[in-house]
């Protein structure tokens, strides 16, 4: 069964760091791209960055929200995608998702085609 | 910066009824790189569409998608009540590159 599951989510004051974790399984991790999407308390999807799989030499794209702050990483030995998360803000509070994009990114994109159930991020003092 | 905006923002139909979303950039897009997702109450988003037009694995035939250039459709043809949901389309490409519109809900009557 392919499935992301993320952790790592939890309490944090603001301007602290935190490191998100997206484990994947049922699928060749270093073959796709990957991605996090977040989603504020009653509010839409905003979408948080990309990384590229090695073969497009992993590249990343981020929102202009969290660019300078977050880092999308991945280990493909360990089919672990990461959100580094550095400089937190309340507005930064959310469920973060880790998702699965479906094409390279660079000449094909079919959609975020599997996502975990998210972990919640909650920046406060 | 490309923004996507969906209309309505509610949509309340009976079951059976055909349900019309829109999706409109801000300038043109490529079709190819427009995709919708179903956000069910309590559930992650899910893919309903890629490339403007072509239902992801195990989507029914009930979901349409359609458009190019500033304007995208979502088409439900017979509301069913497993449909509701906020339904999301998505930009890859240009700046920024990933960017959702703000959602429709769709409400059964």
């Known amino acids: 069964e392919v499935q992301l599951v993320e952790s790592g989510g939890g309490l944090v004051q603001p301007g602290r760091s935190l490191r998100l974790s997206c484990s994947a399984s049922g699928f060749t991790f270093g073959e796709y791209a990957m991605s996090w999407v977040r989603q504020a308390p009653g509010k839409g999807l905003e979408w948080v960055g990309f990384i590229r799989s090695k073969a497009y030499a992993g590249i990343t794209e981020y929102a202009a929200s969290v660019r300078g702050r977050f880092t999308i990483s991945r280990d493909d030995s360990k089919s672990v995608a990461y959100l580094q998360m550095n400089s937190l803000t309340t507005e930064d509070t959310a469920l973060y998702y880790c998702?699965?994009?479906?094409?390279?990114?660079?000449?094909?994109?079919?959609?975020?085609?599997?996502w975990g159930q998210g972990t919640t991020v909650t920046v406060s003092s | 910066d490309i923004v996507l905006t969906q209309s309505p923002g509610t949509l309340s139909l009976s079951p059976g009824e055909r349900a019309t979303l829109s999706c409109r950039a801000s300038q043109s897009v490529s079709s190819s790189d427009l995709a919708w997702y179903q956000q069910r109450p309590g559930q992650s988003p899910s893919l309903l569409i890629y490339g403007a037009s072509s239902r992801a694995a195990g989507i029914p035939d009930r979901f349409s998608g359609s458009g190019s250039g500033t304007d995208f459709t979502l088409t439900i043809s017979r509301l069913e009540p497993e449909d509701v949901a906020v339904y999301y389309c998505?930009?890859?490409?240009?700046?920024?590159?990933?960017?959702f519109g703000q959602g429709t809900k769709v409400e059964i009557k």
């Open positions: 998505q930009h890859y490409g240009g700046s920024p590159p990933g960017t």
């Open positions: 998702t699965r994009v479906s094409g390279d990114l660079l000449h094909y994109f079919y959609g975020l085609d599997v």
